[in-house]
């Protein structure tokens, strides 16, 4: 009797150990592949910069002018937030 509990017991943890490890080289791979596209994209984009020089200068401008657009949307955004604030501290 004894002897089957302890089995049952040792077959429980193997599965668990298993799934465990699974459930881990599930991640590992995702992990992997997010990593082969990030590498497979920086190769396109060298490639892409060495044939076009020009590229990296327009791809530069338009970060920027993101950025900046950016910026503008969050302090209006923020404005607004305080116009609303301020709208309802007058309600009350």
């Known amino acids: 009797m004894r002897d ?3 089995r049952s017991r040792n077959y429980d943890n193997m599965v668990k150990m298993l799934e465990d490890l699974n459930r881990d080289l ?3 791979l995702e ?3 997010k990593l082969s596209v990030q590498a ?4 396109y984009d060298m490639v892409v910069m060495r044939t076009n020089p020009e590229l990296a200068s327009s791809m530069r401008r338009l970060e920027d002018a ?8 969050e302090k209006n955004w923020r404005e607004l937030l305080n116009e ?3 709208t309802e501290h007058n309600q009350e």
């Open 4 to 6: 089957a509990d302890l």
């Open 26 to 28: 599930e991640k590992l």
């Open 31 to 33: 992990e992997m592949e």
């Open 40 to 43: 497979t994209w920086m190769a």
């Open 66 to 73: 993101f950025l900046n657009c950016k910026e503008d949307m």
């Open 84 to 86: 609303t604030k301020g």
